[in-house]
Nanobody, 119 residues
Framework: QVQVVESGGGLVQAGGSLRLSCAAS????????MGWYRQAPGKQRELVAT???????NYADSVKGRFTISRDNAKNTVYLQMNSLKPEDAAVYYC?????????????WGQGTRVTVSS
């Protein structure tokens, strides 16, 4: 079993910055990818940014140039640096860890961390 724990959410004014962290832990797993998703009230969960084990990154168009995803493979941790935050960035941010166990892929989600952006 893999546990995924996010932290770093909070309240910030528009134009401000926040840094989210997500740590994966467990036994006998290798991480194929880690990423951030968000869900605003009344909306579907959407991709924000992902990082593959091969070192590639993917961003939603709405956050390109403002958000940066990074990983610390030694700590099984992924970060999301969010700059120039806008009210429309407010959401619950979820971390997803995709693991490879005996050749099969499994997704594990964190409980989410709330980001509130005041205008």
């Amino acid at each position: 079993q893999v546990q995924v724990v996010e932290s770093g959410g909070g309240l910030v004014q528009a134009g401000g910055s926040l840094r989210l962290s997500c740590a994966a832990s467990g036994s006998a797993f290798s991480i194929a990818a880690m990423g951030w998703y968000r869900q605003a009230p009344g909306k579907q969960r959407e991709l924000v940014a992902t990082s593959s084990s091969g070192g590639s990154f993917n961003y939603a168009d709405s956050v390109k140039g403002r958000f940066t995803i990074s990983r610390d493979n030694a700590k099984n941790t992924v970060y999301l640096q969010m700059n120039s935050l806008k009210p429309e960035d407010a959401a619950v941010y979820y971390c997803k860890c995709t693991t490879s166990i005996y050749g099969k892929l499994y997704d594990y989600w964190g409980q989410g961390t709330r980001v509130t952006v005041s205008s």
